[in-house]
């Protein structure tokens, strides 16, 4: 069986809303999954560059499916491997919420493989 590795990934600046006003940092990191196919979660890693904590969060179906907190100024290395398929069609999104007027960029990857 060949697999397809996929990357939702990138540098992006963002103000926050407050950490229960998750928002879409950007349309590119947006991934629906093919017909024909299932997708597997691999890693996410992240870092945060603003001086205080925001959380990235994986929206699956517009519903949170994970929540990635990262450390003023830190960073984070968690491995998603054999955690749960994604289904024919099932979209997901990276979204950030960061407490209201922090801004500052995040560092986003997330490694998916269709199969």
């Known amino acids: 069986m060949q697999s397809v590795p996929r990357f939702l990934q990138g ?8 950490l229960d006003q998750p928002f879409l940092l950007d ?6 999954v093919p017909d024909g196919t299932v997708t597997q979660p ?22 949170p ?5 990262i450390a003023a100024k830190g960073d984070v290395h968690v491995p998603l ?3 749960e398929d994604l289904e024919p069609g099932t979209a997901i999104e990276l979204h950030v919420a960061a407490p209201v007027g922090t801004a500052g960029a995040v560092v986003i990857d997330l490694g998916l493989v269709e199969v």
């Open 65 to 69: 499916m994970r929540y990635f907190p």
């Open 11 to 18: 540098i992006y600046g963002f103000e926050g809303k407050g």
């Open 81 to 83: 491997r054999v955690v």
């Open 42 to 63: 691999v890693y996410f890693r992240g870092g945060n560059a603003a001086h205080e904590l925001v959380c990235v969060i994986l929206m699956r179906d517009g519903t």
């Open 27 to 32: 349309g590119r990191l947006t991934y629906t």
